[in-house]
C-alpha cells in the first residue's frame, strides 16, 4: 500500500508561484516513480508531469514546460511540483499519483495510488 498527502495548493495571481508537496508513506519511496496529475471541473484528470524513482528522468506536458519543475527528495519521502508563471487555464485540483514501478510514465492508467488532491485556483 502507498499512501499519499498533497499539500501547497491555494489562491494565487496569475504571474504567480506555488510549491506542492507530495508525502509518501507505505511503500520504498525510493523504487517508486511519481507524478502530478490535475482536473479543472467538468474536465478529466490529465497529466502534468512525472519523475522517475532517482529523479533523473522527467516528463512535462508541453502547457507547462518552462514554467513547472519536479522534483524529489527521497531521504524525506516527498515529491515537489514548482509551480512558476502561473497561468488562469491552470486552476484545478492537483493530484500526485505513484506508480508501482521506478520508471516514470505520463498516463493516469499507469499510476496505482492517488492522494486526495489539492485545490489551485490562479486570479487575474
Known amino acids: 500500500q502507498v499512501q499519499l498527502v498533497e499539500s501547497g495548493g491555494g489562491l494565487v495571481q496569475a504571474g504567480g508561484s506555488l510549491r506542492l508537496s507530495c508525502v509518501a508513506s507505505?511503500?520504498?519511496?525510493?523504487?517508486?516513480?511519481m507524478g502530478w496529475f490535475r482536473q479543472a471541473p467538468g474536465k478529466e484528470r490529465t497529466f502534468v508531469s512525472s519523475?522517475?524513482?532517482?529523479?533523473?528522468?522527467?516528463f512535462y506536458a508541453d502547457s507547462v514546460k518552462g514554467r513547472f519543475t519536479i522534483s524529489r527528495d527521497n531521504a524525506k519521502n516527498t515529491v515537489y511540483l514548482q509551480m512558476n508563471s502561473l497561468k488562469l487555464e491552470d486552476t484545478a485540483v492537483y493530484y500526485c499519483g505513484a506508480r508501482a514501478g521506478a520508471r516514470a510514465r505520463t498516463e493516469v492508467g499507469q499510476f496505482d495510488y492517488w492522494g486526495q488532491g489539492t485545490q489551485v485556483t490562479v486570479s487575474s
Open positions: 507505505g511503500r520504498t519511496f525510493s523504487n517508486t516513480a
Open positions: 519523475i522517475n524513482w532517482s529523479g533523473s528522468t522527467t
